[in-house]
Nanobody
Framework: QVQLAESGGGSVQAGGSLRLSCAAS????????LGWFRQAPGKEREGVAG????????YYTDSVKGRFTISQDNAKNTLYLQMNSLKPEDTAVYYC????????????????????WGQGTQVTVSS
């Protein structure tokens, strides 16, 4: 089982930046899909960004391409989501997640394939 804990959320004005962190442990040498989801009020949870730890391209949902960057610090077992040029529509609870499944830049698995989730961190962008 993978343990995940997010931090770094907060409130920012439109055009600003935030960096989310997710401390991950427990997946050892298993190859999994690691990524970020978000859920805005009244909307379904959606995949934002992620990658397969076994290699390959990175997935970004269309609305964040060019603004968000996902990265990983293996030494710290930490996943990051750098969010720039934030918009009010980016307001949501952001979750990091891990799944024993494949993902790529052109394939994002269904939410049900992600077994492990963090507790979520709120991001609020004001206009």
């Amino acid at each position: 089982q993978v343990q995940l804990a997010e931090s770094g959320g907060g409130s920012v004005q439109a055009g600003g930046s935030l960096r989310l962190s997710c401390a991950a442990s427990g997946y050892g040498y298993s190859t999994i899909c690691l990524g970020w989801f978000r859920q805005a009020p009244g909307k379904e949870r959606e995949g934002v960004a992620g990658f397969y730890t076994g290699g390959g391209s990175t997935y970004y949902t269309d609305s964040v391409k060019g603004r968000f960057t996902i990265s990983q610090d293996n030494a710290k077992n930490t996943l990051y989501l750098q969010m720039n040029s934030l918009k009010p529509e980016d307001t949501a609870v952001y979750y990091c997640a891990a799944g024993d499944t494949y993902c790529s830049g052109t394939y994002w698995p269904p939410e049900a394939d992600f077994e492990d989730w963090g507790q979520g961190t709120q991001v609020t962008v004001s206009s």
